[in-house]
T-cell receptor, first 114, second 115 residues
Framework: DVKVTQSSRYLVKRTGEKVFLECVQDMDHENMFWYRQDPGLGLRLIYFSYDVKMKEKGDIPEGYSVSREKKERFSLILESASTNQTSMYLC?????????????FGPGTRLLVL | GENVEQHPSTLSVQEGDSAVIKCTYSDSASNYFPWYKQELGKRPQLIIDIRSNVGEKKDQRIAVTLNKTAKHFSLHITETQPEDSAVYFCAALHAGGTSYGKLTFGQGTILTVHP
């Protein structure tokens, strides 16, 4: 049973603070993803990583950075939080499979930036 | 890049009715189309998927159809039940390409099944 966990379910931060969101998966998956979920906009990809120390920009990377020092852990960093980054953040992981693949999601972190 | 459009954004049905959610995609190289269900306060979970070499796939009360020529795919839920109420997301992927498993999601459909 795949487990994807996120460090916090709820976070409240102030504008300008540096924010770390952590994600850990226990299935040795190569791929890991960070999304933000906003009503009416679906799941938008922020960054993804297909290997340790590798990262690729998604559709909305501005204002975010990521770190993947170990295979099981993928961190999302908000260098200077802003109110428009208030959102639900979802982490996911998947394995490489040329026939298609399932992404397994974490429970999400609801971030409020004041 | 890929673009996925999903309709409708909200869908309300009576228990026992059928529900249909439609998605279109833009990248003809996409060959894998999963559907995720997200219940209130929970994480999205895969409920069914279809690959481009198949036109239809069924799993009990849910089915997905794919029209590669028209680049659209649909989720069909029959005999809906209140526990089917959730947000449903479609997605598309070019598996085996250089996308590294990067799914492109639709905007989501809020399905409400009234008892």
């Amino acid at each position: 049973d795949v487990k994807v966990t996120q460090s916090s379910r709820y976070l409240v931060k102030r504008t300008g603070e540096k924010v770390f969101l952590e994600c850990v998966q226990d299935m040795d998956h190569e791929n890991m993803f960070w999304y933000r979920q906003d009503p009416g906009l679906g799941l938008r990809l922020i960054y993804f990583s297909y290997d340790v120390k590798m990262k690729e920009k998604g559709d909305i990377p501005e204002g975010y950075s990521v770190s993947r020092e170990k295979k099981e852990r993928f961190s999302l960093i908000l260098e200077s939080a802003s109110t428009n980054q208030t959102s639900m953040y979802l982490c996911a992981s998947s394995f490489i499979d040329t026939t298609g693949e399932t992404q397994y999601f974490g429970p999400g972190t609801r971030l409020l930036v004041l | 890049g890929e673009n996925v459009e999903q309709h409708p954004s909200t869908l309300s049905v009576q228990e026992g009715d059928s529900a249909v959610i439609k998605c279109t995609y833009s990248d003809s190289a996409s060959n894998y189309f999963p559907w995720y269900k997200q219940e209130l306060g929970k994480r999205p979970q895969l409920i069914i998927d279809i690959r481009s070499n198949v036109g239809e796939k069924k799993d009990q009360r849910i089915a997905v159809t794919l029209n590669k020529t028209a680049k659209h795919f649909s989720l069909h839920i029959t005999e809906t039940q209140p526990e089917d109420s959730a947000v449903y997301f479609c997605a598309a992927l070019h598996a085996g390409g250089t996308s590294y498993g990067k799914l492109t999601f639709g905007q989501g459909t809020i399905l409400t099944v009234h008892p």
